[in-house]
């Protein structure tokens, strides 16, 4: 099977006090018409027509000193692209937003560097880290840095579980120097619409150097992940098996056991 990276919280993971819990994304209390809050609101009204690009455009100034508008303006900049570019992931989203579930499962959190995190809130309440260091960025760079230490820096990828989203942000923005126009493929399952939608608040995925718009991403979240990659290796013979994988978040066990025999069924 190749390289098998593991991406595990900590022991004890509990959220240190300089980490700062960011704000839930929700619609601005009423009070007094101050700018700000007369630009979330408006931004609001685009969200609720699925303006998103619009709603990002009103967002962009205030991110900058906002939490809650940055959430926002990443979300809209991430929906805008998915519709354009992966349709049926957009879809499932937006049914998720629709159904009104609570997404208190995982919360953003900000470090002292201004890094946005993810934590995820155990039966207990407790709120824990989602990778092995409590610097998300670090903790990515740790994982992404065992791939290029292997014999074929750019195998194709198995991405068994979103985590926090920084892996696959690094995976993104910084993919190995292969020869000639050779790209890095990477195989994007998670089964956690709720996971996903959380991951869509805190990293801007969009634009040509994202893994919404990047083709050499294949994305298979949702339920049944693991069907539509089989359907995918039917269709299209050239796609190369992942030859790494990197297991983590809450789904990383079982998606790894549902990858492994979907990768055995098409290696067959």
């Not at 493929?185 to 150097?209: M, N, Q, R, T």
Request: aromatic content about 6%; glycine content about 8%; some cysteine.
């Amino acid at each position: 099977m190749g390289a098998q990276i593991v991406n595990k919280s900590p022991a004890r993971p509990t959220i240190p006090s300089p980490a700062t819990p960011t704000s839930p994304l929700q619609p601005p209390a009423p009070g007094p018409a101050q700018p700000a809050a007369a630009a979330m609101a408006e931004a609001w009204g685009h969200m609720a027509q699925q303006r998103w690009e619009q709603a990002a455009n009103l967002l962009d100034t205030l991110a900058r000193t906002e939490a809650q508008a940055h959430i926002a303006r990443c979300l809209c900049k991430n929906l805008a692209a998915l519709r354009d570019h992966r349709d049926a992931v957009y879809q499932l989203v937006v049914t998720h937003m629709r159904a009104g579930k609570p997404q208190n499962d995982y919360q953003p959190y900000t470090t002292d560097d201004g890094t946005v995190g993810l934590a995820m809130r155990q039966p207990t309440g407790q709120l824990v880290f989602m990778c092995a260091k409590p610097d998300p960025r670090a903790s990515a760079s740790d994982i992404t840095s065992q791939l290029c230490d292997t014999q074929d820096p750019g195998q194709a990828v198995a991405l068994l579980g979103l985590g926090d989203g920084h892996v696959l942000t690094q995976l993104a923005t910084d993919p190995p120097a292969l020869f000639m126009t050779q790209q890095q493929a990477v195989f994007i399952f998670e089964p956690d619409v709720g996971l996903l939608l959380a991951c869509l608040k805190v990293h801007d995925w969009s634009g040509a150097h994202g893994p919404i718009e990047q083709p050499r991403f294949a994305w298979f979240v949702g339920p049944g992940g693991d069907a539509r990659y089989e359907q995918a290796f039917e269709a299209q013979d050239y796609l190369p098996l992942p030859k790494a994988t990197i297991r983590q978040g809450p789904s990383g066990n079982t998606l790894a056991r549902r990858y492994t025999a979907a990768t055995q069924r098409i290696a067959s």
